[in-house]
């Protein structure tokens, strides 16, 4: 089976921009969860969406907002970015929407604000 | 607020020798996952633990996860330069959001 997959993986946007990320679970897997890794605040939770639902979100702004297709690939949305918003995001797909489900990560895409 | 800690958030040992890194949370948790990450690399799973006072190894590695459900450790004994990279845990209070430890960077020594 394919692994996780998300594009793209590096992108250079600017202060004000938006930005739209994919990320394309492995075959069969329903949950999709999205995450923020920096290297002063480790992994954050963003938000988790299953059967194209948003089951639980992370405590981040309403600037950071993401959906799930039927297919169960997902986009994350940043809009008006600012320079903090520099960070490696992750999706993991896991099979449903159990805890004790193995979450597999994505290679990520790096987003650089300037 | 809900959170996990983990320490120490550096570890540099000499090849052969062990290493620990430590997890643990004011509140009972569901179950706790580990991952490791390799330098420009993304988190790899490596075990969950649900039990309480459950023991689980992989070779080297030796999770565990406290009576209460409150901590977790993972232990590597006789570390391999195969070893380095950034170790996580990851813990689940309900639900399938999880909160992540910031991780123990492990260098080896040659």
């Known amino acids: 089976k394919a692994g996780v997959t998300q594009t793209p993986r590096y992108l250079i946007k600017t202060r004000g921009q938006q930005v739209t990320l994919s990320c394309s679970p492995i075959?069969?897997?329903?949950?999709v969860s999205w995450y923020q890794q920096t290297p002063g605040q480790g992994l954050q939770f963003l938000f988790e969406?299953?059967?194209?639902?948003?089951?639980n979100k992370g405590n981040f702004p309403g600037r950071f907002s993401g959906r799930q297709f039927s297919n169960s690939r997902s986009e994350m949305n940043v809009s008006t970015l600012e320079l903090g918003d520099s960070a490696l995001y992750l999706c993991?797909?896991?099979?449903?929407?159990?805890?004790?489900?193995?979450?597999?990560f994505g290679p990520g895409t790096r987003l650089t604000v300037l | 607020g809900q959170q996990v800690m983990q320490i120490p958030q550096y570890q540099h040992v000499q090849e052969g020798e062990d290493f620990t890194t430590y997890c643990n949370s004011s509140?009972?948790?569901?179950?706790i996952q580990w991952y490791k990450q390799r330098p420009g690399g993304h988190p790899v799973f490596l075990i969950q633990?649900?039990?309480?006072?459950e023991v689980k190894k992989q070779k080297r590695l030796t999770f565990q996860f406290g009576e209460a459900k409150k901590n977790s450790s993972l232990h590597i004994t006789a570390t391999q330069t195969t070893d380095v990279g950034t170790y996580f845990c990851?813990?689940?209070?309900?639900?399938?959001?999880?909160?992540f430890g910031t991780g123990t960077s492990l260098t080896v020594i040659p």
């Open positions: 993991a797909s896991s099979l449903n929407q159990q805890s004790t489900d193995t979450q597999y």
């Open positions: 075959s069969g897997h329903r949950s």
């Open positions: 633990l649900v039990k309480s006072g």
């Open positions: 509140t009972t948790l569901s179950n």
């Open positions: 990851a813990g689940s209070f309900t639900g399938n959001q999880f909160y």
């Open positions: 969406y299953f059967s194209e639902t948003q089951r």
